[in-house]
Structure formats: C-alpha cells, structure tokens
C-alpha cells in the first residue's frame, strides 16, 4: 500500500538538475496527499528557471506512476513569476548571507575521520592568532565534538543581553562547540534538520564581534553539516586534511568534488601524519609518505604543508595545550607555523 512516507522515500530519488542532492533535502516538497490509487504532489521552488520546473516535474511523475497500486499522479509545482537565478539553482544558496564582522570564513575539513583534522584545526587557529590576527574557532563536528578538550577549555558561554551566545576563549581564540553546551557523555542523537538549526545558531547566533578569521571544523564525510554551511554563509574557500595513504586520499577526492560541487574553492591541502622520526633520528614512513602533496599536483590545488608524526602534539590535543602555543619554536608548532602562512598568502 503506498503512504505518504513512501511517497517521500520515492521522491528523494529524483536529483535537483545540476546537483547530486535529491529535491526532499533541498526541501521543495511541501504537500504530499495519498488517495486510493491517486497521488498529489506540490512542490515549492525559488528559481523562475521554468525548464528546470519542468524536469523535476516530469522526473516526479514517472518515480510516482512506478510505485505499487499507483493509478494517478498529479504534481503541483509552483514557481515565482519574477526572474529567479539565471542557473536554476535552488533556494539554500542564494540565501547565504555573511556573517557580521567577519571578514574570512574558511571550513576544514577531511574526506575520512581519524586523520587529524581538528589537531590541525586547533593548532591553525592558535597559529594564525600568534601572527596578530583576530581568529575564531567553531566546531561543527556535532556528533563527536573535540575542540573544548583540545582547547582546554570547559567553560560554558554566557547569553548576552541580546540573547546572542557569547564564544568563550582560548588561547587568545573564540570558540564555540556543542561540547561546551552538553555533558561530556551526552550523545547528540539528531536528524538533519537540528543539525542545519544548530549551526544556523553558531553562524549568527553567536556574537563573534570583529574577526579576520572563523575557521569551521567540520566532522567528517560529506554530509549534513558540510551542505548546511555552504548553504547558509559565503566561504572564502576550503582547507583539506589528509594522511599520505591511498586510503584516506581516495576520500578526500569526493570531499575535494563536493566543495567544487557548491561552488568553493579549495584554499589548499595539508598532509597530516606524514612521517615519523625515531629517537635516533631513523625517519619511518608510516603512512607512506609524499601521497598529499601529489594529490594536490593532481587536482590543480595548492599544498599547505606536511605535519609530520609528533609525540608533543598528540600530548598537546589530550592536554588541552595546544602543542603551536605549550613549543612555539619546536618542531611541531613550526610545522603548523608554515601551514598558517602559506594558507595566509594563498588566500590574501
């Protein structure tokens, strides 16, 4: 017997035209209504593109005449009569806005988990700090949120008098992160809507004051969190982490085609991990070694840098001390020091 959900589940196979996102998650269906063996579908877009209109329309009704006991299908889809986008593309998008008094917004982010990209998060913020500019720090990643013990920091944000969340700071950085507003053991057990409503709160609903940069630590994957951003705020463009094995590389790739999908640019690629050097000086490729850096040839990206394998900056992450502001002139923080600058000069 087909039901309303069934109807949803079938319309999420039709793909918005020039995206890989299907029309429920861009959020145009708006009514669904089941009869007998009629179906009723409207959709609602912004665009006034009406081929695109016609497509997602045909598109529509052949998913829906496929579905069991279906006899009749009718889909509504309305359209402004004002000129919309010349491309077409749906409502998420042209609703970005900036954020007040931010100048740079630059999202992190890793194809794979377990490859380091909030270490280098937290470190590239410190570091970018220590070069004189004004940086904050937002952790996106709402599912397993790191930044407050990377940070050292366990302090919960005030509201102001403008019921605005005041970022707590650290090391001379704003941050904001779920994990300073749950317990530790919490789990966060979200659909995607709550996902898209937290970050729309960190994005504006925090009083970030005057920044050069808000760097966004994004949890792994292509996902929720990933989309909600490049919809709702301009990026000034993407930053890749990665180890060198072919593993992780092969990942990085789709998170590499997604940011290239919604129209950001990648601002660099930072191989993580990269070697290990022995007590006695031995240097051991664990990871393999070079594969970041070639991968950056290959996609026509800038390579930020390589971090090699350092005791001090796992020690730092699990310490709260940050390893670029505990040994500013060791090895590690230099390391980090060069990513900053050369993403400093990329971008500017």
């Known amino acids: 017997m087909t039901t309303e959900e069934s109807v949803v589940a079938a319309l999420k196979s039709v793909k918005y035209p020039g995206y890989s996102r299907d029309i429920a ?9 089941v ?14 593109n009406l081929e695109v209109g016609r497509q997602i329309k045909s598109e529509c009704e052949k998913v829906l005449r496929g579905l069991p006991g279906v006899g009749e299908v009718e889909v509504r889809v309305q359209q402004p009569a004002s000129a919309g986008p010349a491309s077409g593309a749906p409502d998420p998008w042209a609703d970005q806005k900036r954020i007040e008094g931010v100048r740079r917004v630059v999202a992190i982010a890793s194809g794979k988990g377990g490859v380091g990209k909030s270490t280098v998060a937290v470190n590239l913020a410190c570091a970018l700090a220590q070069l004189g500019a004004r940086v904050g720090l937002l952790d996106c990643d709402l599912y397993g949120p790191t930044i407050p013990l990377m940070m050292g920091v366990k302090e919960r944000p005030r509201v102001s008098e403008q019921d605005t969340l005041e970022p707590v700071v650290g090391f001379g950085v704003k941050l904001m992160s779920l994990g300073f507003l749950v317990d530790d053991d919490q789990p966060i057990i979200w659909r995607g809507p ?15 004051g005057q920044l050069d940069w808000l760097l966004v630590d994004l949890p792994p994957g292509t996902g929720d969190a990933q989309l909600s951003l490049c919809q709702m705020v301009p990026l000034n463009g993407g930053l890749i982490v990665t180890t060198p094995q072919e593993a992780a590389l092969g990942v990085v790739r789709k998170g590499i085609a997604m940011f290239a999908r919604v129209n950001v640019p990648i601002l660099g690629l930072v191989e993580n991990m990269s070697y ?9 490729d664990i990871f393999g070694h070079g594969g970041g850096q070639a991968e950056a040839a290959r996609q026509l990206i800038p390579f930020l840098g390589e971090i090699p394998l350092f005791t001090e900056i796992r020690a ?6 940050p390893v670029v502001v505990s040994a500013p002139k060791s090895a590690p923080a230099l390391a980090f020091r060069g990513v900053a600058e050369n993403l400093r000069k990329n971008l500017a």
């Open 35 to 48: 009869q007998g063996g009629a179906v009723t579908v409207r959709l609602e877009m912004s665009s006034s």
């Open 316 to 321: 730092g992450g699990d310490q709260g001390l």
């Open 276 to 284: 290990f050097t022995t007590p006695a000086g031995e240097r051991v």
């Open 194 to 208: 709550m996902i898209n409503k937290t970050i729309q709160q960190f994005l504006f609903g925090v009083a970030w």
């Open 25 to 33: 998650s861009f959020g145009l269906v708006k009514e669904v209504a």
